[in-house]
């Protein structure tokens, strides 16, 4: 079954340009690997980012999509974002200023004791800056959670909560907060938040119940942005016919190239899902390598103690 929250995808335009970035703003590192590509995708190059306790996939597609030319709203469907943690904001919101980022606002409190901020990349892509007060000292940046945007959070919520299993917390509107609108630099935000706690990273779902969205379906998976989430599972074609069952629909069959068997779907939302299983050729890329895999349930349950 699911193991692990693998990597995030992300396409880009300039691939050397968005991997500079999250190297200079949060250290993470490129590896030498290449995932294998989506069947029917015209894919002409992929770039996997190491992060402490997960991956990010950067792709590029022919042909060359054109660059973005407004920010994409942060209340629109589909991936909207993911979250890197620090024990500093000014460390965070620092780098990415030096690396290129443009920011919706200085950095705020919610009342919790934390402070966020969302950051721009140099290609419009939101990251959430998040500094806790409960961040192991001398710990690197990490990614916290991923974000996805729908217009049914109780179904998406349940979808997800079946295939994860895991904590459940959250699921209560918050807002209006004159903050809470800096940060989404949107007016009088008003959204239910829902977060299933993973081991190494945290799926966070949100539903805006004001401003409505412009578009309640994701973008196609070419487009610019955040375009998929992979899980590493250790049994594909149960965990495939787990997933169906749960509601996704199924876009491609198994397929295994250089040691890595992959297969993707829609979830109920149609956010594009990959599955992958790795031989023990490929064990070296597995989530439980990673230095700080554990990092983001270690975070909570100091936050719940």
Known sequence: MIQALHHIGLSVGDLAQSSAF?????????????????????????L??????????????????PQPNRWRPVNEAGISHFCVQHQQMARLYDDC?????????????????WRYCYARDPEGNVIELEASPLAPLGQSPWAAHVAIVTP???????????????????????????NLDLIAALPKVEVILTWLVGANLTLELAQYVSPTALNTRPQPFTALGYNHLCFEVNDLPNTLAACIHAGAQQITSPDAQNGINTAYLYDPDGNVI?????????????????????????VAALRNS
């Open 274 to 298: 990959e599955l992958i299983e790795l031989s023990p050729q490929c064990a070296n890329l597995a989530i439980q390598q990673l230095p700080n895999h554990d990092i983001v349930a270690r």
């Open 97 to 113: 200023a030096a690396a290129g980022a443009q920011f919706h606002s200085a950095p705020v409190d919610l009342g919790t004791g």
């Open 48 to 65: 996997l980012l190491r992060a402490p306790n997960c991956y990010l996939e950067l792709q590029t597609f022919a042909p060359a999509q």
């Open 22 to 46: 999250l190297h200079r703003a949060f250290a993470f590192n490129h590896t030498a690997l290449t995932m294998p590509s989506p069947v029917g995708a015209q894919h002409a190059v992929s």
């Open 152 to 178: 049914n959070i109780e179904r998406l919520a349940a979808f997800y909560h079946q295939l994860l299993g895991g904590a459940r917390v959250g699921g209560r509107k918050i807002g209006p907060n004159p």
